[in-house]
């Protein structure tokens, strides 16, 4: 597809909008995968070919010479009209288009929006990674803006963060991992592309999630402005994807999942954070052992290429622009070793807060529940609590204290 046709105007660091394709060829589908998805989408329902040219996010023209095959095919009647020109015929299935789709989703049952091929999801993957300007020191302190980090924290996020390299982000409990990993994700900021789905030799993977993936605003205005513009709606804008996995991480979820039912697949949880950040909490609580998904990692990381493999048998490459944050309560050298902790270079330490920090912190609650924030409070816990019983402070205590006296104030 013609590169030159991208928007002019992208903000930094955010793919470019990938161009409507003019022609089946432009696709980078074979004609007989649209044509197969043509007869399944009509197996749902009479649609029009506006309908269709909806349902699959492509241009109707792109595929018109296909509905005239399989019209003089005798698959497809025309039912009516709804407007001019062959996109406002009415379509539907004859009695052999109907036994040719149920043969079709013996193949694969998947409908709705066109496959993205392989090659065409890697160039643009590769294309923004390339292009994705450093964040520096203010943008760093915009995106923590809603937290309050210490700035020696900040200053070693920072240069992780431009390094695209995995994190091991370590400290007691109870001191921000979760929210600093995710803030991460603020602070790269951006928004990015997401295809519905994949085409890899006539496999098809689904890539958008909507639990995962978050539709900027001017997706979510519908399809009917995209309908007219040059954008392919085979791609979903998305704010930049930053998921989290904990104890429920299993070595499966790195891996292809293939529905035996619906014969297509389900995109791995990492895959779905391309271009974003992906965190593993609470590292080291897994049911499967450290070793095990640190081995899984040991390619992609060092060469930023991940390998899947098809239930075909077929092993295939795909970009790995994934910022991976490790965040736990443990010693990073207690969950692995020498050789793999060299190819984490970024380990920032989580340190408790300090009496300003906790207050700034404990003010920030009491603004966030609607109460009144009086500096006596935190000279009456150190003197009453913490100092006596030489405990430490930590940045979860202001939160889970005054969410307390909140339920007791409505109990009482």
């Not at 990938?18 to 197969?36: F, I, N, V, Y």
Request: charged share 25%; proline share 6%; hydrophobic share 40%.
């Amino acid at each position: 597809m013609d590169e030159t046709r991208a928007a002019a105007s992208v903000g930094a660091g955010e793919m470019a909008p990938p161009q409507a394709p003019r022609s089946l060829s432009e696709t980078g589908l074979l004609s007989d995968s649209l044509l197969q998805l043509v007869v399944k989408t009509l197996y749902g329902g009479e649609a029009s070919g506006t309908q269709l040219a909806d349902r699959m996010a492509l241009p109707y023209v792109v595929f018109e010479n296909l509905v005239d095959h399989v019209r003089a095919e005798k698959l497809v009647e025309v039912r009516g009209t709804n407007g001019t020109g062959a996109a406002g015929y009415r379509y539907a299935l004859t009695d052999l288009g109907r036994e040719r789709a149920r043969q079709f989703q013996e193949v694969s049952q998947y409908v709705g929006p066109a496959p993205v091929p392989l090659d065409q999801y890697v160039a643009a993957m590769c294309r923004m990674r390339e292009g994705r300007p450093n964040v520096d020191r203010s943008r760093v302190i915009e995106g923590f803006s809603h937290l309050v980090v210490n700035p020696a924290i900040l200053d070693q996020l920072g240069p992780a963060i431009n390094s695209g390299k995995s994190i091991f982000l370590y400290g007691p409990p109870g001191n921000g991992k979760t929210v600093i990993a995710e803030g991460i994700g603020r602070a790269r900021g951006g928004e990015m592309y997401v295809p519905h789905a994949i085409d890899v030799d006539g496999q098809i993977i689904k890539m958008f999630d909507p639990v995962n993936h978050e539709a900027a605003e001017r997706d979510q205005e519908g399809s009917r402005l995209l309908a007219a513009s040059s954008r392919d709606r085979r791609w979903v804008r998305v704010k930049r994807p930053v998921i989290t996995a904990g104890g429920e991480l299993t070595l499966d979820m790195l891996d292809l999942s293939f529905n035996p039912i619906s014969r297509f697949y389900e995109a791995p949880i990492q895959l779905k954070a391309n271009g974003g950040v992906f965190v593993v909490d609470d590292f080291g609580r897994q049911r499967i052992r450290p070793r095990d998904l640190l081995n899984r990692w040991i390619v992609p990381l060092e060469s930023r290429v991940d390998y899947l493999t098809l239930h075909t048998g077929k092993k295939f490459e795909v970009p790995f622009d994934v910022l991976i944050v490790f965040a736990t309560n443990l010693k990073p050298e207690t969950l692995a070793d020498e050789a793999f902790l060299r190819r984490i270079p970024y380990k920032i330490f989580a340190k408790s807060p300090t009496l300003d920090e906790y207050s700034r912190i404990f003010e920030m609650n009491c603004n966030r529940l609607g109460l009144t924030f009086d500096p006596v409070i935190i000279e009456y816990l150190q003197r009453r609590y913490y100092q006596p019983r030489a405990i430490e402070m930590r940045a979860c205590q202001p939160r889970d204290l005054l969410n307390q006296i909140v339920d007791l104030a409505a109990y009482r």
